[in-house]
């Protein structure tokens, strides 16, 4: 059984988040921590009739037991994105949120698995890390930036123009990162071949792409991906507690590559270079990650996808850096 925090509970996508962990029976404890509103969520979710049990706890004098004794931190805590805001503009409010819980959670439970959900999860992530290894605890297998939504929103895009296919089986690898250009499905190497058209490829790249901007238009300035994202989060987080469990399962997942080094020189090689983080199927196991699973051969993927990774590359890379410079205050 599995101790988890989830940090942000009362939010959006914490609330929804919050019930199906509730639902889940690797949960033993369920610590629920937001700074307004959360005992009202957890009295709620209390009443379902799961064996697991729900503490709630509020406010920054309370964030540390929030987080003491916990396997799994799940961090959907921040601000959504509105009509005309991009991951970025969310920065300069939720890169403060996660530097400051994730100080927390390498405080009283360092050897927790963190999997962050909050964007920009390509800055967010690297400033867990930094944060991390200023206090000597940061293990590359035990972060994770929860890219998720982006293999849902994948699978299902593609049974929207091929409903023969089954969405629930399709297992599409996203590559990158977790905004706009930096999300990279690559589509040659699903786990059906799906025989699409060069104009088929390009529409659902798109749309997988900016999948969340369809949520946030229709939403029409009343927040963003929550139920969609709360679902992907909860799988993720179901995953890891199988893992944790002994099971063997993969999940794609924004991770340091540092984590399998050897793992990683082949999506390396396919045009993430040097850089830090990225994007990739992962192999889970009780300790997190346990390997970075390889495509069988990248000889298919195409001219396209690969132009796809070195555009994703690029914005990547300013998107760590500004994670980083953020964390050492520069």
């Known amino acids: 059984m599995v101790s988890v925090a989830i940090l942000g509970a009362a939010g959006g996508i914490g609330q929804p988040l919050s019930l199906l962990l509730k639902l889940n029976t690797n949960v033993s404890k369920l610590h629920l921590y937001d700074i307004v509103n959360v005992p009202g969520v957890a009295a709620d979710i209390s009443h379902v009739a799961t064996n697991s049990e729900v503490k709630w706890f509020m406010g920054a004098e309370q964030l540390d037991e929030a987080v003491s004794g916990v396997d799994l931190v799940i961090i959907p805590a921040g601000v959504p994105r509105k009509p005309g805001m991009t991951r970025d503009d969310l920065f300069k409010i939720n890169a403060g949120i996660v530097k400051g819980l994730v100080e927390a959670v390498a405080k009283n439970s360092p ?13 967010t992530v690297p400033i867990a890390a930094e944060v991390l290894k200023a206090r000597g605890v940061f293990n590359p297998r035990r972060l994770f930036g929860v890219t998720t939504l982006d293999v849902v929103r994948a699978s299902r895009f593609v049974r929207d123009i091929r409903p023969d296919v089954d969405a629930t089986a399709l297992r599409i690898p996203v590559v990158g990162g977790h905004s706009g250009p930096t999300i990279v499905p690559l589509l040659s190497l699903a786990s059906t071949k799906l025989d699409l058209t060069a104009k088929e490829v390009e529409d659902l790249t798109h ?3 900016f999948g969340g901007d369809e949520v946030v238009k229709a939403k029409d300035g009343a927040g963003s991906a929550t139920l969609s994202m709360a679902y992907a989060g909860a799988r993720f987080a179901d995953s890891v507690m199988r893992a944790i469990k002994g099971e063997s399962v993969v999940e794609p997942t924004f991770i340091a590559l540092a984590a399998d080094p050897e793992g ?3 999506i390396r090689a396919l045009g993430a270079g040097e850089l830090e983080f990225f994007a990739v199927p992962v192999e889970l196991g009780p300790e997190g990650v346990k390997s970075i699973v390889q495509f069988p051969s990248v000889d298919n993927v195409s001219g396209f996808e690969r132009k796809a990774v070195a555009v994703a590359v690029e914005s990547l890379d300013a998107n760590i850096n500004t994670g980083v410079s953020f964390a050492k205050g520069a």
Do not use: E, H, L, T
């Open 264 to 266: 990683a020189k082949q």
């Open 207 to 209: 749309r997988i792409q």
């Open 111 to 123: 050897q927790a698995i963190i999997g962050v959900i909050s964007n920009p999860v390509n800055s």
